[in-house]
């Protein structure tokens, strides 16, 4: 089971300081999240630039420039922010038994464990 989803709320644990240019400390929720590659595309961190070639498209307008977007990061730098203390915490699993229609069913859910002082 996936331990960083799609929708969550993340902050970058490592990298360089946003008193150095990087995004250590920064929050925000992921986009996507490639599993193969271990890597998560979060909003608003590890941003890039990309210089498009000009060219046009069929109705004529220009398209091309410098477009900047961002970029993945390893699911290793990151670490999901525990809602209630708004703190990097871990990930811990329990199972539950779920009753629907008369079937019993266990499952996994995940929950934040303590956040301490600081991940």
Do not use: C
């Not at 990061?73 to 699993?93: C, L, M, Q, W």
């Not at 009753?99 to 859910?109: A, C, L, P, S």
């Amino acid at each position: 089971m996936a331990r960083i989803k799609k929708g969550d709320l993340v902050q970058v644990i490592s990298g360089r300081s946003q008193a150095r240019g990087g995004d250590r400390g920064k929050q925000g929720k992921i986009i996507s999240v490639d599993a193969p590659k271990n890597r998560v595309l979060v909003e608003g961190i590890n941003f890039v630039t990309k210089h498009v070639r000009v060219g046009q498209t069929q109705r004529g307008t220009k398209t091309g420039g410098i477009e900047t977007f961002e970029a993945p990061i390893h699911v290793s730098n990151v670490a999901i922010v525990d809602p209630e203390t708004k703190k990097p915490t871990r990930v811990g699993f329990r199972q539950e038994e779920v009753t629907k229609d008369g079937v019993t069913k266990t499952v996994r859910i995940r929950y934040a464990k303590k956040s301490g002082k600081d991940l």
